[in-house]
Every structure is written in structure tokens, then in C-alpha cells.
């Protein structure tokens, strides 16, 4: 099993730009999820899907999009980039009934110029 | 609401020195507990859990009590190793879903040989 993989490891944009960071897992886990990691402020969720065709809107969802059209695969999309999006994201999956111990990709360090 | 407070960091100790991270929690009802760990460059690994009052999460040489009368969890090792050099997050989960888990800012340790 490769776990959660996420790319890139590492991007650049200039504000206004869009793009989208991949995740991908191959557990078979119903859960996945998206946070953002900032000095001092922890994880933060930004949106989160319960299984394939079913999203919802974490703690900070503004400026960002997701899909999960398969149990596989849950990117998130960034659709006019801002510094404030600098940030180091995760990508995070689990079993239904052991929700609360998620597995985590290696991360996606973004920088907004 | 739910929160979780962690003392502040940077811990540095020496090779084989007594650890305690401290952990406070705020919650309205009786969450489940847990500590992840972030090895540089990795995302966060499930270190131990608790899921009520009393219970003692165990892994890796740490261990941490879950204390409802003090609201604490505070991770301790007896002697760590250069390799536990990580930074440690304290979360709490109360309930069924990705946006009832919430992580606090984290501790970074530094061991030196």
C-alpha cells in the first residue's frame, strides 16, 4: 500500500493564479479530508468528504474547492491563489468507524508570491 | 467550544531525558483523546490514544493519562532518543465527524546526543 500520497511536494503561484494539489489514497477509506498547517495555529480543516459524491465545509473552506467523484481521489483547488494561502497543506483519510485515526500524506508546501 | 491548548515550544533535551508535553483540553462532553506526532518532512502519525477518563494511551515508550478532573493529557517519556526529535500535537474528537477533531498547535522537540 502506498498510503496517502499528495503532490506536489513543493509549488509556487503568483496570487491570482489557480491550481489544484492531488491526493490520493488506497485504503478503501470512506473519510478523507484537507487541512492547512500554519506556525502556532495547528491543523485546520478546510473541507472534508464522508465517501465518493459527498463533500462539506470545514473550518476554513473560503478560496478553495474540492470533488471526490471516486473513494480514491479528493483534490483540492485553489481558484485565484492569495499570499494568505501560503500555508503547508494536508491531505488525511480514515475508516468510517475509526474516524478519528487518520492517516496523513507527506504535505504540499505552497507559496503565494 | 472544543479547544486544545499545548505548552509552547521549542523543547530541547538532551539524549535520555525525562519528557512531559503538556496537554489541556476544553470540551462539553467526554471526547476521545489522542497525540500525533510530525517527523520532519512527514505528515502527522497517530501516536496513542484514550477514549475515556482514567484509560492510558501507550506506543513508542510514551505514554499519556487521560485525566478528566484536570481536563489533561500530557504525553511523557522516560528517556528519549534523538529520533523522537519531532513535533508532537495534542487533538481531541468529540464526535462522529472530521469537524468535531480538533488539534492544537503543536510542540516542536529537539533531542541532542
Known amino acids: 500500500n502506498a498510503g496517502v500520497t499528495q503532490t506536489p511536494k513543493f509549488q509556487v503561484l503568483k496570487t491570482g493564479q489557480s491550481m489544484t494539489l492531488q491526493c490520493a489514497q488506497d485504503?478503501?477509506?470512506?473519510?478523507m479530508s484537507w487541512y492547512r498547517q500554519d506556525p502556532g495555529m495547528g491543523l485546520r480543516l478546510i473541507h472534508y468528504?464522508?465517501?465518493?459524491?459527498?463533500?462539506d465545509q470545514g473550518e476554513v473552506p473560503n478560496g478553495y474547492n474540492v470533488s471526490r467523484s471516486t473513494t480514491e481521489d479528493f483534490p483540492l483547488r485553489l481558484l485565484s491563489a492569495a499570499p494568505s494561502q501560503t500555508s503547508v497543506y494536508f491531505c488525511?483519510?480514515?475508516?468510517?468507524?475509526?474516524?478519528?485515526?487518520?492517516?496523513f500524506g507527506p504535505g504540499t508546501r505552497l507559496t503565494v508570491l | 467550544g472544543n479547544s486544545v491548548t499545548q505548552m509552547e515550544g521549542p523543547v530541547t533535551l538532551s539524549e535520555e531525558a525525562f519528557l512531559t508535553i503538556n496537554c489541556t483540553y476544553t470540551?462539553?462532553?467526554?471526547?476521545?483523546l489522542f497525540w500525533y506526532v510530525q517527523y520532519p518532512g512527514e505528515g502527522l502519525q497517530l501516536l496513542l490514544k484514550?477514549?475515556?477518563?482514567?484509560d492510558k494511551g501507550s506506543n513508542k515508550g510514551f505514554e499519556a493519562t487521560y485525566r478528566k478532573e484536570t481536563t489533561s493529557f500530557h504525553l511523557e517519556k522516560g528517556s528519549v532518543q534523538v529520533s523522537d526529535s519531532a513535533v508532537y500535537f495534542c487533538?481531541?474528537?468529540?464526535?462522529?465527524?472530521?469537524?468535531?477533531?480538533?488539534f492544537g498547535p503543536g510542540t516542536s522537540l529537539s533531542v541532542i546526543p
Open positions: 488525511a483519510s480514515s475508516y468510517y468507524e475509526r474516524l478519528n485515526e487518520q492517516f
Open positions: 485504503m478503501n477509506h470512506e473519510y
Open positions: 468528504s464522508v465517501g465518493a459524491g459527498i463533500t
Open positions: 470540551a462539553t462532553g467526554y471526547p476521545s
Open positions: 484514550a477514549t475515556k477518563a482514567d
Open positions: 487533538a481531541l474528537s468529540e464526535g462522529a465527524s472530521y469537524d468535531k477533531v480538533i
